[in-house]
């Protein structure tokens, strides 16, 4: 990927968006790109108060797709819209421009809804399919102090540049990758290397899915497979109540002391395991290896814990 990202915080300054009025719902604004204009899609809640915070989702489009189409895809699968502004940079028109349009697109945006909306400053993530995960990943880790979180989505990126390694104990990160992906051999080797370095990373592989699989990306499983990204970013903690309790998940033994196991026919299949504390507070990631081979909860204290899988939980006990 050309490599074209500045921080963004050095770059609040840039001359007014052709629009001074609070706009609220869908809608789209352009601005004079050195000799081009570009253009970004907003979607703000209609019941926008001045007196709350509001989250922000900053998304970027995957190639040829339009930034109106990446603004209602996001705001089909995420959970909760009361709350969030989404706004995605069209970025079409840009091919063989100067890293200074990019620039430009990557700022401008951001420009207007900080310096026109009440946004709340610890939640702010930087999302991308395709293309623009690659994107989200550099513009994430570039400004790693404005960003809470990056969520890439089958993102296209097989490396970082070297100046990205500092930051990625800085700032949370999510990808979810089918392995049938063209690109899957790059990003999971860029993923794992994250995480052996110590980046806080929620890697999810889905078995049988390709890159933009429209099958995939239509169903309930991707919307519960992002929320869980996007919270797992934000360090949403859910409420204990709202868990869903799965009976069939096979959790064991049951109270525990060193290591907790979970059977399934296909326990690749599950996807990450996240562990909360009774409290609702996410203490613990697991991988579908470590689920196998046992998890290790020796060191933590006894009380009740649940595990979730995707939207499903089981509740365990540990005793010393």
Do not use: C
């Amino acid at each position: 990927m050309k490599q074209f990202i500045t921080a963004i915080f050095l770059l609040i300054a840039f001359n007014q968006v052709a629009s001074s009025q609070i706009n609220k719902g869908r809608f789209a604004l352009e601005f004079t790109n050195i000799d081009i204009q570009s253009q970004f899609f907003v979607y703000v809640p209609e019941d926008y108060d001045e007196n709350k915070e509001y989250d922000l989702i900053y998304a970027w489009h995957a190639t040829s797709m339009p930034g109106s189409n990446m603004r209602d895809f996001l705001m089909s699968v995420q959970g909760d819209l009361n709350n969030k502004i989404i706004v995605a940079p069209d970025a079409n028109n840009l091919n063989g421009k100067s890293a200074d349009h990019y620039n430009n697109l990557i700022a401008q945006p951001l420009n207007y809804i900080l310096g026109t909306y009440n946004i709340n400053s610890n939640s702010i993530v930087i999302a991308g399919l395709s293309w623009g995960g690659g994107l989200a990943f550099q513009v994430g880790l570039s400004n790693s102090g404005l960003f809470k979180g990056i969520v890439g989505l089958m993102p296209a990126i097989g490396e970082l540049p070297q100046s990205l390694w500092d930051n990625i104990t800085s700032i949370k990160m999510a990808t979810i990758l089918g392995d049938q992906d063209v690109n899957f051999t790059l990003v999971d080797a860029l993923m794992k290397e994250i995480e052996t370095k110590g980046g806080a990373i929620l890697y999810t592989v889905k078995p049988g899915v390709t890159h933009i699989d429209q099958e995939y990306l239509n169903s309930q499983e991707f919307v519960n497979d992002y929320n869980e990204s996007y919270n797992y970013v934000l360090d949403n903690a859910a409420s204990a109540q709202e868990f869903t309790i799965d009976e069939n998940i096979s959790l064991f033994p049951n109270p525990a002391q060193d290591k907790i196991y979970l059977e399934s026919d296909n326990i690749h299949s599950l996807g990450n395991a996240l562990l909360y504390d009774e409290n609702a507070n996410l203490i613990m990631l697991a991988s579908s290896k470590t689920l196998k081979q046992g998890l290790d909860v020796s060191n933590l204290q006894a009380g009740v814990y649940f595990i979730k899988i995707g939207n499903k939980a089981q509740k365990f006990v540990i005793v010393k």
